[in-house]
């Protein structure tokens, strides 16, 4: 089956410092691969995704990318601020159908 | 900007009962989904939906599992008989098919259930 890794499980970080969190996905046929934040007890929120034909993409203080040839992609979070502490999930979509495949999680600490 | 939503937030059962979880995709949205999240644990596929009929499912989604779009907005999930290990938040998703199944899955508040 699909197979999805996160690394780090954990990140601490000061305030201002960045963030980089790495997704590896075993599912050669995925073409879609978003990012999800979840803060304690709320849904998952989508903050970025890339599609498989571009390698990079940014929205303000985050940015995403594609090694599709390598089989993984990645967060970064520039500028971080408290308020991104959160859990960060990737969650390739499976290639075969239309369902997410989540990784474990990453626990971002931002102190201040 | 419009939101998926679910009801009840929290649902109370006693084992071997039987629940329906509900929720109102986003209303132009084609592509339903439910995914459940045990405490402290990542996200897990259930089932996605679209056309009327379910696209795919998980290991999880057994003959316990039905999941039923009864009118133009609603979208529910029965387990018929609730086992301990169901107690989870669960999860319902919806996204647009604008560029077929890769599109972006928008996701619920989700209903936090407990099974006693």
């Known amino acids: 089956g699909e197979n999805v890794e996160q690394h780090p499980s954990t990140l601490s970080v000061q305030e201002g410092d960045s963030a980089v969190i790495k997704c590896t996905y075993s599912?050669?046929?995925?073409?879609?691969f978003p990012w999800y934040k979840q803060e304690l007890g709320k849904r998952p929120q989508l903050i970025i995704d890339?599609?498989?034909?571009?390698g990079e993409k940014k929205d303000q203080r985050i940015a995403v990318t594609l090694n599709k040839t390598a089989k993984h992609f990645s967060l970064h979070i520039t500028e971080t601020q408290p308020e991104d502490s959160a859990v960060y999930f990737c969650?390739?979509?499976?290639?075969?159908?239309?369902?997410?495949?989540f990784g474990a999680g990453t626990r971002l600490a931002v102190h201040p | 900007e419009p939101e998926v939503t679910q009801t009840p937030s929290h649902q109370v059962t006693q084992m071997g009962q039987e629940v329906i979880l509900h929720c109102v995709p986003i209303?132009?949205?084609?592509?339903f989904y439910w995914y459940r999240q045990i405490l402290g644990q990542k996200v897990e596929f259930l089932v996605s939906?679209?056309?009327?009929?379910?696209?795919?499912k998980s290991e999880i989604f057994d003959d316990q599992f039905s999941v039923e779009r009864p009118d133009g907005s609603n979208f529910t999930l029965k387990i018929r008989s609730t086992k301990l290990e169901d107690s989870a938040m669960y999860f319902c998703?919806?996204?647009?098919?604008?560029?077929?199944?890769?599109?972006?899955?928008?996701f619920g508040p989700g209903t936090r259930l407990t099974v006693l």
């Open positions: 209303s132009n949205h084609l592509y």
């Open positions: 890339i599609r498989s034909n571009v």
């Open positions: 599912d050669s046929a995925s073409n879609y």
């Open positions: 998703a919806s996204g647009s098919g604008t560029s077929g199944p890769h599109n972006e899955q928008f």
């Open positions: 939906f679209y056309n009327n009929e379910i696209s795919e």
């Open positions: 969650a390739p979509l499976s290639g075969g159908y239309n369902k997410l495949i």
